[in-house]
């Protein structure tokens, strides 16, 4: 069935659709990591019309090739949610610098199977320098961490992961639905609360204003979205329908309304600092014109 595009530059697109809040990018883990995972599929057929014994290894080239692709499909989405936050620890393995190294010893097993020892080792260091000139090293500090309490910034990640599985659980309930303006409408709603989550992030000390919000109203809002999901697979009914996009509008407008107060908060502490220190400098007889 048909589906009507519909994005920011649409006709009836808006600056809060899908995918359009702070720090959000396309991401980078499309056709070159797909690909990966098509490249190697011929072994198989030059598995299977040799002798055991280079099967067996052929077999095991694929194996390693396959498992190559999977790690650095995964380094690219870790390095994309590190990306996204301007605080942040590196990714807790190098997910990318394992796909290189599988990779040539994919390559490299391939060649001894199919040439010999010299040419298994060419295409080993080949393999796994071009990976790694392909799709860079994973991250290898942390971010923007410099001068803050650590207790804190964990408890903001805590906080965070826990409303990111929150809203997963929205996206996949509204999928579940099957209706695309129910959908997208969702997708919206999601880039206000994660503007909110970007908001805390930058300034850990938002987290207990914002912690209702990011636990108790967005656990809410997910257990909402599933038994609409519920009702309306059943019946599509129009006015479980209406209710809940009213219940997502009130929501949207209470979050986006907490953020710009977080934004608030922050400038008015900025506007503090400046004064405390202007009035230090008066006292010294530092004055500026």
Request: proline content about 4%.
């Amino acid at each position: 069935m048909a589906q009507r595009f519909g994005g920011k530059y649409s006709p009836d697109g808006t600056p809060n659709a899908p995918g359009n809040y702070r720090g959000s990018n396309p991401t980078r883990a499309g056709a070159r990591v797909n690909m990966m995972f098509i490249v190697p599929l011929p072994l198989i057929w030059t598995a299977f019309t040799s002798p055991p014994v280079q099967m067996a290894q052929y077999l095991g080239a694929l194996a390693l090739l396959l498992l190559a692709a999977w790690m650095t499909r995964e380094g690219i989405l870790a390095q994309e949610a590190y990306d996204a936050r301007k605080v942040a620890r590196r990714p807790g393995a190098p997910r990318k610098l394992f796909g290189s190294a599988l990779t040539g010893l994919g390559l490299g097993l391939a060649g001894i199977a199919g040439f010999g020892v010299i040419e298994a080792i060419i295409f080993a260091l080949l393999g796994a320098g071009l990976h790694a000139f392909s799709f860079g090293l994973d991250p290898m500090r942390d971010k923007g961490m410099d001068g803050i309490d650590q207790f804190q910034t964990d408890r903001v990640a805590r906080a965070v992961d826990e409303a990111e599985k929150h809203l997963a659980a929205m996206t996949d309930a509204a999928k579940r639905a099957g209706d695309r303006g129910v959908a997208d409408r969702v997708a919206r709603f999601q880039a206000v609360v994660r503007d909110m989550l970007r908001t805390v992030e930058d300034d850990p000390r938002d987290l207990t204003a914002a912690r209702k919000y990011m636990s108790v109203y967005l656990m809410g809002a997910r257990d909402a979205t599933m038994k609409f999901a519920d009702i309306y697979a059943r019946n599509q009914s129009t006015q479980a329908k209406s209710d809940y996009l009213m219940l997502l509008t009130d929501l949207e407008e209470q979050f986006g309304a907490k953020t710009k107060r977080l934004l608030l908060d922050d400038h008015s502490d900025l506007t503090v600092e400046i004064e405390v220190l202007r009035d230090r400098l008066q006292r010294e007889g530092m004055r500026s014109d």
